[in-house]
Antibody, heavy 117, light 110 residues
Framework: QVQLVQSGAEVKTPGASVKVSCKAS????????ISWVRQAPGQGLEWMGW????????NYLQKFQGRVTMTTDTFTSTAYMELRRLRYDDTAVYYC??????????WGQGTLVTVSS | QSALTQPPSASGSPGQSVTISCSGT?????????VSWYQHHPGKAPKLVIY???KRPSGVPDRFTGSKSGNTASLAVSGLQAEDEGDYYC??????????FGPGTKVTVL
């Protein structure tokens, strides 16, 4: 069965970076893109960006341009999302989600990133 | 792109129906037949319940129905059950490999 398993919770100080991983199994990794979506406390879902697992092409939401990098390792079927220059309002649960075009059919369990001094 | 618009809450008694709207623009909801809906319970991963406006993934009961008219999409849940309680988010493709979510609607089964 399709599974996306994410790395564990992180606590970071403001200005630091965090890198979250998302290991896929149960399907051909390069057949579906991966999106990253976050949910801040008490807030809704926010799409952050997308990466093609086939050729590495990315598209980031403008508000994250320059601070986020999404990558993949096709040998280990793992996607990564690195967010730099962390701010307090980056505290959120970060999800990876598999994307057939137009929607997200399988999601990781989420990774809580807490930004605190 | 701007977030889509959803009502903050909706409710119904067991067995009744509830409908949630999702309003966007011609650049997202109205421009593409790629509206999807997700059920989200706190502490769990979101679950896809409708994709491409009205298609149901395998395993999602036919009590869940999606539709779209112009720039507004809707999710109807009929025969409400206790397990339908949760947050529901709409999402739309917005062109150029961009996606946008609505703010979510909290569904309460009375």
């Amino acid at each position: 069965q399709v599974q996306l398993v994410q790395s564990g919770a992180e606590v970071k100080t403001p200005g630091a970076s965090v890198k979250v991983s998302c290991k896929a199994s149960g399907y051909t990794f390069t057949s579906y893109g991966i999106s990253w979506v976050r949910q801040a406390p008490g807030q809704g879902l926010e799409w952050m960006g997308w990466i093609s697992t086939y050729n590495g092409h990315t598209n980031y939401l403008q508000k994250f341009q320059g601070r986020v990098t999404m990558t993949t390792d096709t040998f280990t079927s793992t996607a990564y999302m690195e967010l730099r220059r962390l701010r307090y309002d980056d505290t959120a649960v970060y999800y990876c989600a598999r994307g057939p075009f137009g929607h997200f059919d399988h999601w990781g369990q989420g990774t809580l990133v807490t930004v605190s001094s | 792109q701007s977030a889509l618009t959803q009502p903050p809450s909706a409710s119904g008694s067991p067995g009744q129906s509830v409908t949630i709207s999702c309003s966007g623009t011609s650049s997202d909801v109205g421009g593409y037949n790629y509206v999807s809906w997700y059920q989200h319970h706190p502490g769990k991963a979101p679950k896809l319940v409708i994709y491409e406006v009205s298609k149901r993934p395998s395993g999602v009961p036919d009590r869940f129905t999606g539709s779209k008219s112009g720039n507004t999409a809707s999710l109807a849940v009929s025969g409400l059950q206790a397990e339908d309680e949760g947050d529901y988010y709409c999402s739309s493709y917005a062109g150029s490999n961009n996606y946008v979510f609505g703010p979510g609607t909290k569904v309460t089964v009375l």
